[in-house]
């Protein structure tokens, strides 16, 4: 095979670490299992377009490639990084291990002797002999992606230079992030979800962050007078507003409520940390569902794969859910009362919305929310409903709300009675409707947030109400209330018009009944649009201008 068709490169090449010949297909690289593993050596390999990677591979019984193509496939050129692995069951004290990793300009030799070794890409590595224990070792290799970059996984270390691979300049730079010894077990978070003393518990609603490999460009910003702003980096601008926005809020829980990532991103893992890393640098629970945006691409991660990811973050309370229920993230998390009382004080519902479907109805159309998903929300609202009526200590006061992130049809709903907030555009939904809504009603739902639309921001309401009953008074049903976008890196502006950035809080009083809400603005000192929205556990109906003239409607 001639050398400038591909290179799988090692200085030195150690005589048991081979380049294989015959094609292996590179599934070998993601299904071998070894436990305990820890690194003995790294590399870079590079093929032309015209050589597919499996064509000449390192013996995969040894080697392993991360699943990151470093150039982010922009480049005539593919390359991978390549880690040697040995299980630390079986080191002998003779055996290499990596012992540290640098990027750029060679490293100083070390005092113990051994020296550093070079590898393609600008990568150092110095290897020390076995000593019985791995916790100086490097026992795990990632790859991130962009100069704005974070890793907030623990223990963790994220290269500050990038690798020297001459990719093109727009391209978002390759990084190592390396971890020492092994991660330590991640703190169980849920200990952490409770009221605080005086009942209250706080949540920011984050929706819509669109977050992207690199810094990404933001087209329709405006300053604090309106004034239309030069194009500019998106992402930057979107960890600082969130960061603003936790700083004031100080909550007990961060609720991501869909289109975490933009469509079409090449490094899914690389947007998603940038997305989280404020929320657990200030250590703050979150719990999150995806969008329609977030998994669309051919090189977007699955949404099962996000969520391992997520799941396996500090402070993270998400759940992929039951698998027999339509989607991933189907699961709900209990509010309890203050320490060492088990008693739950509110329920907190999160579902998967799907995403984007080919439809004849309605461009764009979405995916209901699924049969499955309904009966899984009915069940589990009767079954924690039970188990409160049977516990002789329950608060009288038990509030409960959902979230997802493609509205249900009811937000469009011609009768809908908007309280606070404004709609800005036409609600984007699924055309079926299969009825959650009603599932909603009679779970005894206070309130559903929701996200997608990025420049709707209101709270309404839809009476429940029936033709027979028109001569009694209406029950109003659950607030349905739009988080706003708070990404850069989406759209804000509707036609010619641009909006602020936003974020919706929700505040829970467990002791008196109550929930209000309000939103957090850019640029906006305080408070915008305060609204109480239950009070002593029922649903409250401000009056409004739609109140005038207002005929019984069928429900």
Same mark, same amino acid.
């Given at each position: 095979m001639p050398a400038s068709d591909s290179s799988c490169l090692l200085e030195p090449c150690p005589s048991q670490e081979r380049c294989l010949q015959t094609a292996t297909p590179s599934t070998s690289h993601t299904t071998a299992v070894i436990p305990h593993p820890v690194v003995t050596d790294l590399t870079v390999c590079i093929f032309s377009s015209t050589v597919s990677p499996s064509a000449c591979e390192l013996d995969p019984g040894l080697w392993h490639r991360i699943e990151k193509e470093l150039y982010l496939y922009t480049s005539q050129q593919s390359a991978w990084i390549y880690v040697a692995l040995a299980n630390e069951e079986e080191l002998a004290a003779e055996d290499l291990l990596v012992m540290d990793i640098r990027v750029g300009d060679p490293p100083p030799n070390p005092s113990?002797?051994?020296?550093?070794?070079?590898?393609p890409g600008g990568i150092w590595v110095l290897r020390g002999k076995f000593s019985g224990m791995v916790d100086q070792a490097v026992t795990e290799v990632d790859v991130l992606f962009g100069m704005d970059a974070?890793?907030?996984?623990?223990?963790?270390?994220?290269?500050?230079?990038?690798?020297?691979?001459?990719?093109?300049?727009?391209?978002?730079?390759?990084?190592? $992030?390396?971890?020492?010894?092994?991660?330590?077990?991640?703190?169980?978070?849920?200990?952490?979800?409770?009221?605080?003393?005086?009942?209250?518990?706080?949540?920011?609603?984050?929706?819509?962050?669109?977050m992207v490999t690199g810094v990404g460009v933001c087209k329709d910003a405006i300053d604090a007078h309106g004034k239309n702003l030069p194009e500019s980096e998106a992402d930057p601008l979107t960890v600082d507003f969130i960061g603003k926005i936790l700083d004031v809020e100080k909550p007990d829980l961060v609720i991501l409520t869909g289109d975490q990532l933009h469509h079409d991103i090449s490094d899914s893992q690389s947007a998603l940390f940038k997305m989280v890393a404020p929320i657990i640098e200030r250590s703050i629970p979150f719990a999150a569902v995806f969008g329609n945006h977030d998994s669309e691409g051919i090189h977007a991660l699955s949404r099962t794969a996000q969520m391992s990811i997520l799941q396996n973050l500090p402070f993270s309370l998400c759940e992929s859910g039951p698998e027999q229920v339509d989607g991933i993230g189907n699961f709900y998390l209990q509010v309890l009362a203050p320490a060492p009382s088990q008693l739950p004080l509110s329920t907190l519902y999160?579902?998967?919305?799907?995403?984007?479907?080919?439809?004849?109805?309605?461009?764009?159309?979405? !995916?209901?929310?699924?049969?499955?998903?309904?009966?899984?929300?009915?069940?589990?609202?009767?079954?924690?409903?039970?188990?409160?009526?049977?516990?002789?200590n329950h608060n009288r006061f038990h509030l409960s709300l959902a979230f997802l992130h493609i509205p249900l049809p009811e937000f469009g709903d011609r009768h809908l009675s908007i309280r606070n907030g404004h709609r800005r555009e036409p609600t984007e939904g699924p055309s079926f409707n299969s009825h959650f809504y009603d599932a909603l009603v009679k779970g005894g739902? $206070?309130?559903?947030?929701?996200?997608? !639309?990025?420049?709707?921001?209101?709270?309404?309401?839809?009476?429940?109400?029936?033709?027979? !009953?028109?001569?009694?008074?209406?029950?109003?049903?659950?607030?349905?209330?739009?988080?706003?976008?708070?990404?850069?890196?989406?759209?804000?502006?509707?036609?010619?018009?641009?909006?602020?950035?936003?974020?919706?809080?929700?505040?829970?009083d467990t002791?008196?009944?109550?929930?209000?809400?309000?939103?957090?603005?850019?640029?906006?000192?305080?408070?915008?649009?305060?609204?109480?929205?239950?009070?002593?556990?029922a649903v409250v109906d401000p009056p409004g201008e739609e109140d005038e003239g207002r005929s019984c409607v069928v429900s």
């Amino acid at each position: 095979m001639p050398a400038s068709d591909s290179s799988c490169l090692l200085e030195p090449c150690p005589s048991q670490e081979r380049c294989l010949q015959t094609a292996t297909p590179s599934t070998s690289h993601t299904t071998a299992v070894i436990p305990h593993p820890v690194v003995t050596d790294l590399t870079v390999c590079i093929f032309s377009s015209t050589v597919s990677p499996s064509a000449c591979e390192l013996d995969p019984g040894l080697w392993h490639r991360i699943e990151k193509e470093l150039y982010l496939y922009t480049s005539q050129q593919s390359a991978w990084i390549y880690v040697a692995l040995a299980n630390e069951e079986e080191l002998a004290a003779e055996d290499l291990l990596v012992m540290d990793i640098r990027v750029g300009d060679p490293p100083p030799n070390p005092s113990s002797g051994h020296s550093w070794e070079s590898r393609p890409g600008g990568i150092w590595v110095l290897r020390g002999k076995f000593s019985g224990m791995v916790d100086q070792a490097v026992t795990e290799v990632d790859v991130l992606f962009g100069m704005d970059a974070v890793d907030p996984r623990p223990q963790w270390a994220l290269m500050r230079s990038s690798l020297q691979l001459n990719g093109q300049p727009k391209v978002p730079v390759a990084r190592l $992030s390396v971890l020492h010894g092994r991660a330590k077990p991640r703190p169980d978070a849920r200990a952490a979800l409770r009221v605080r003393e005086d009942g209250k518990f706080k949540i920011v609603q984050i929706s819509d962050t669109h977050m992207v490999t690199g810094v990404g460009v933001c087209k329709d910003a405006i300053d604090a007078h309106g004034k239309n702003l030069p194009e500019s980096e998106a992402d930057p601008l979107t960890v600082d507003f969130i960061g603003k926005i936790l700083d004031v809020e100080k909550p007990d829980l961060v609720i991501l409520t869909g289109d975490q990532l933009h469509h079409d991103i090449s490094d899914s893992q690389s947007a998603l940390f940038k997305m989280v890393a404020p929320i657990i640098e200030r250590s703050i629970p979150f719990a999150a569902v995806f969008g329609n945006h977030d998994s669309e691409g051919i090189h977007a991660l699955s949404r099962t794969a996000q969520m391992s990811i997520l799941q396996n973050l500090p402070f993270s309370l998400c759940e992929s859910g039951p698998e027999q229920v339509d989607g991933i993230g189907n699961f709900y998390l209990q509010v309890l009362a203050p320490a060492p009382s088990q008693l739950p004080l509110s329920t907190l519902y999160f579902l998967d919305s799907h995403g984007q479907i080919p439809s004849k109805i309605r461009n764009p159309d979405y !995916d209901p929310i699924k049969q499955s998903q309904i009966d899984w929300f009915t069940n589990t609202s009767q079954a924690q409903r039970s188990a409160r009526e049977k516990d002789d200590n329950h608060n009288r006061f038990h509030l409960s709300l959902a979230f997802l992130h493609i509205p249900l049809p009811e937000f469009g709903d011609r009768h809908l009675s908007i309280r606070n907030g404004h709609r800005r555009e036409p609600t984007e939904g699924p055309s079926f409707n299969s009825h959650f809504y009603d599932a909603l009603v009679k779970g005894g739902i $206070s309130a559903l947030g929701c996200g997608h !639309d990025h420049v709707n921001d209101f709270c309404a309401l839809l009476p429940q109400q029936t033709q027979q !009953d028109c001569d009694k008074t209406p029950q109003p049903g659950p607030w349905l209330c739009y988080g706003g976008g708070s990404g850069f890196g989406g759209y804000c502006s509707y036609g010619r018009k641009r909006f602020h950035r936003r974020t919706r809080v929700w505040e829970l009083d467990t002791s008196t009944g109550s929930l209000k809400t309000w939103k957090r603005v850019e640029y906006a000192m305080d408070r915008v649009d305060e609204l109480v929205l239950v009070e002593s556990g029922a649903v409250v109906d401000p009056p409004g201008e739609e109140d005038e003239g207002r005929s019984c409607v069928v429900s």
